[in-house]
């Protein structure tokens, strides 16, 4: 009897996981380039009460006996599909097409990646730098910070699709200024460390990080510019794994009652 108790408590405490996973999703079904996360499951160990039985007459069936001790959580996935791109009309708004990554500088020096695309400047000790709202300065390909020098009118500047900034010259026509935007994609982005303003790390999990302006067996990804890509949590489909999730904890829950139920029975046995 006891087991049925521990084996329900495991199946609550993995459906609190996958509710605490679902409440991110909608908590963040407004956060650029946020990507929906899953919960997987696997079963515990089982335990074997018979190897082998047999029928009234002698034969043997086929299988033994075997209980199973439980479920735990073995994975929170994040699943990166393409979300929709919204028109902002801000200059400094870029969406990315395609399954490429900003990089960033983080506060710590080392590199960061995201798919927020919400930027602005911010003005820095050698001119205007090209930097997130958070203030981490964007990486061009050659891994250097994007700097525009403090006699060019920031409001001109254009970043084709491809990344390339431009610049107009005297007759208005824009002129290639020799610095894009360096994109990198990942073998396994599933396997990138999430951290906080929508930062993430490289891993081994995830592979090293693969420069599309080096990597030519990769398909490039696109800049679209004045968009910005939304989550691609879907909020129907959330709600409804919501309650399969709640669902599934109470009924976890009535297993405990009814173990209970049938312990006190035997515990007010009397011979």
Do not use: C, H
């Amino acid at each position: 009897m006891m087991r049925s108790l521990w084996t329900a408590a495991s199946g609550m405490i993995s459906q609190q996981t996958n509710v605490d996973t679902i409440s991110n999703n909608l908590a963040n079904i407004n956060t650029t380039g946020y990507k929906k996360e899953t919960a997987q499951f696997k079963s515990l160990l089982y335990q074997t009460i018979q190897t082998g039985s047999t029928n009234a007459d002698g034969t043997d069936k086929p299988v033994g006996i075997q209980t199973g001790l439980g479920v735990r959580n073995s994975a929170i996935l994040s699943q990166y599909t393409q979300g929709n791109l919204q028109e902002t009309e801000n200059d400094y708004d870029f969406a990315i097409q395609g399954n490429g990554f900003f990089r960033v500088q983080t506060s710590d020096g080392s590199i960061g990646y995201t798919r927020n695309g919400a930027l602005g400047l911010s003005v820095g000790a050698n001119g205007i730098i090209l930097a997130t709202t958070e203030g981490y300065p964007l990486l061009d390909t050659a891994g250097a910070q994007i700097v525009l020098d403090s006699d060019k009118d920031a409001a001109s500047l254009e970043i084709d699709e491809n990344g390339n900034l431009q610049y107009p010259d005297e007759n208005g026509e824009l002129q290639p200024m020799g610095i894009q935007i360096s994109l990198a994609q990942f073998n396994n982005p599933a396997g990138l460390e999430k951290t906080s303003d929508s930062i993430l790390k490289e891993t081994a999990a995830s592979g090293t990080a693969r420069l599309e302006s080096e990597d030519t067996n990769l398909k490039k990804s696109i800049i679209k510019s004045r968009y910005l890509e939304g989550s691609n949590v879907q909020a129907v489909n959330e709600m409804v794994d919501l309650i399969v999730a709640q669902r599934a904890y109470e009924m976890n829950s009535k297993s405990i009652t009814a173990a209970d139920e049938m312990l006190q029975q035997a515990n007010n046995l009397r011979k």
